[in-house]
């Protein structure tokens, strides 16, 4: 599985970005896929996750309400959508995926297997 991440960049406070990842060597459908972000001098966490089935979502508490991660199949590709964005968003963001079939209430400690380049996302007050 390759994973292509693209969308970050300079916004300010309270703005909007939309990140992308195109996945390629495996379909989404049989794929639990994260986007974690990584500030400086700080630990990588985990923002938000997707459910192999779609079914299902995890969120960060910090992040709950103003990001919204989706999949489109067609294009293989899954979307984190940051609105209301906040200093503390800065960071370089990262998408992940697993092909391993996780229980819903496991979003938030997968393992994940193969990794994406990181995104600038800065947003500045």
């Known amino acids: 599985v390759q994973l292509q991440a693209s969308g970050g960049g300079l916004v300010q406070a309270g703005g909007s970005l939309r990140l992308s990842c195109a996945a390629s060597?495996?379909?989404?459908?049989?794929?639990?896929m994260g986007w974690f972000r990584q500030a400086p001098g700080k630990e990588r966490e985990v923002v938000a996750a997707?459910?192999?089935?779609?079914?299902?979502?995890y969120y960060v508490d910090s992040v709950k309400g103003r990001f919204t991660i989706s999949r489109d199949n067609a294009k293989n590709t899954v979307y984190l959508q940051m609105n209301s964005l906040k200093p503390e968003d800065t960071g370089v963001y990262y998408c992940?995926?697993?092909?391993?079939?996780?229980?819903?209430?496991?979003?938030?400690?997968?393992?994940?297997?193969?990794w994406g380049q990181g995104t600038q996302v800065t947003v500045s007050s």
């Open positions: 060597g495996r379909t989404l459908r049989s794929l639990t």
């Open positions: 997707m459910h192999w089935s779609g079914g299902s979502t």
């Open positions: 992940a995926a697993d092909p391993r079939l996780y229980i819903s209430s496991s979003l938030h400690r997968v393992p994940y297997d193969y």
